[in-house]
């Protein structure tokens, strides 16, 4: 009798230990995550996790600086809680999803990223992209991945129709982008339609009346240019000039006596920094000295844009999605001193997103059975309080639910505050 209670106890003590195995590695089907590329990805870290976590973000050109601390942010907060999102264990690699030749993000790169993502079976979530363009083309890959689709949240994507249509969108959007008809992708920041309503009401106070628009052809700088276009009509500025800026030119004087003829007393930029957008502030401001320049967050960090512009960069305005640093409360004030006192270094703004990004993907596979597809629902389901950016949730196509614009002004060669905007709905709709 006690022989076979023993054994009894034996098997049943086996079970519970295979039962708890296969709870803890779900359909990941391992122990511990198989590592990303290294032509494209960092060394794994803690990689005795189950559940692999990739950033993807442009570690090259001039806003390199930006991300690589964003980065470390997102390591900060998996080290703040010991690599572990409920019973599971994260593991953690940056990929680079740009080009020492392109000096920016790649469609090559990140549609090869994407791929690898997708293939690595251990990938259960990926936090970027910092390009709109890029998210275009990963977000339907990772939404047909095996056993997937695979969560995808981003720090710094704004461009509209990556979540929802309407004005600046193209036809098919935001569904072209999850051929499965699940959604698996959300973003921390708000969307162009809020900057652009942000921006337009940022011109109306400043007394612009006319406004010259430029776009760098791109997904994200010609919809935000756009929904700027839109919410200006809207408050009664008359758009005087509608055009596109090559990023290749040597010169823009050409451009800067168009927009002194048209009698703008304002211009619009929208785009990228990366696109030569210091020799773009110059020639405009050489040829406009007291045009009020506005620019939209891809020409961030600020300290980049004051590096290439010089001190035509002063007086010009850059509008970031969410609250300035000197803002946050309690977790988030917690977060910008800590974090800073690791960096031996300034905070910058998207790396508070980056840290918030991954304190939701620590929630989502917490709250999920471990499988790519529960960690995507249960994206939509993530409700943080008292967080970084204070309660953070997403609506049914991603969006957040909290959405101020933040506008930084550079005097004297720095960055400052100017104002935080939290455009009406009413103007956001008409965006």
Not at 28 to 50: D, E, K, M, V, Y
Not at 161 to 181: C, D, F, I, N, R
Not at 267 to 296: H, S, Y
Not at 405 to 415: A, N, P
Request: hydrophobic share 40%.
């Amino acid at each position: 009798m006690t022989k076979r209670i023993y054994a009894g106890a034996g098997v049943s003590v086996v079970i519970a230990i295979v039962a708890l195995a296969a709870t803890v590695t779900g359909a990941f089907g391992r122990s511990s995550a198989t590592p990303l590329p290294a032509s494209s990805c960092s060394a794994i870290q803690n990689g005795g996790g189950q559940v692999l976590v990739a950033s993807d973000l442009p570690l090259q050109g001039s806003g390199r600086t930006q991300t690589i601390q964003m980065t470390h942010a997102i390591k900060f907060i998996f080290t703040q809680h010991h690599w572990k999102a409920g019973k599971y264990s994260v593991a953690y690699q940056s990929c680079d999803d740009s080009t020492a030749q392109a000096g920016k993000w790649d469609s090559g790169k990140c549609s090869a990223n994407a791929n690898a993502y997708a293939q690595d079976s251990s990938v259960g979530a990926v936090i970027g992209t910092f390009n709109s363009g890029c998210a275009e083309i990963e977000i339907p890959i990772l939404n047909r991945a095996p056993n997937g689709p695979i969560m995808m949240i981003s720090p710094a994507n704004t461009y509209v129709g990556l979540t929802h249509s309407g004005p600046g969108t193209v036809a098919g959007e935001p569904g072209k982008y999850y051929p499965t008809g699940k959604r698996n992708y959300a973003r921390v920041v708000a969307a162009d339609d809020y900057q652009g309503a942000a921006d337009a009401l940022l011109a109306k106070s400043l007394g612009v009346k006319k406004v010259f628009i430029l776009n760098d052809k791109e997904a994200y700088g010609l919809g935000v240019a756009t929904n700027f276009r839109n919410a200006a009509t809207r408050l009664g500025i008359k758009v005087v000039g509608f055009t596109a800026w090559d990023g290749k030119a040597s010169s823009y004087e050409a451009l800067a006596v168009k927009i002194h003829a048209s009698g703008a007393q304002g211009v619009f930029a929208g785009g990228l920094i990366c696109e030569n957008g210091g020799k773009l502030i110059k020639d405009i401001r050489a040829g406009n000295p007291t045009i009020k320049i506005m620019l939209p967050d891809g020409f961030t960090p600020v300290s980049a844009t004051v590096q290439q512009a010089g001190a035509a960069a002063n007086g010009a305005t850059v509008s970031v999605a969410g609250l300035p640093n000197s803002q946050l409360k309690g977790t988030g004030k917690k977060f910008v001193a800590q974090f800073g006192k690791s960096e031996h270094s300034t905070v910058d703004p998207y790396s508070v997103y980056a840290g918030q990004a991954a304190l939701v993907v620590l929630q989502a596979i917490a709250q999920s059975n471990g499988t790519r597809a529960s960690i995507a629902q249960q994206l939509f389901k993530v409700h943080l309080k008292n967080s970084i950016l204070g309660t953070v949730s997403f609506n049914a196509n991603g969006d957040v639910t909290s959405n101020p614009v933040t506008v930084y002004r550079v005097v004297k060669g720095q960055s400052t505050t100017f104002k935080v905007i939290v455009p009406p709905a009413s103007l956001v709709k008409h965006a």
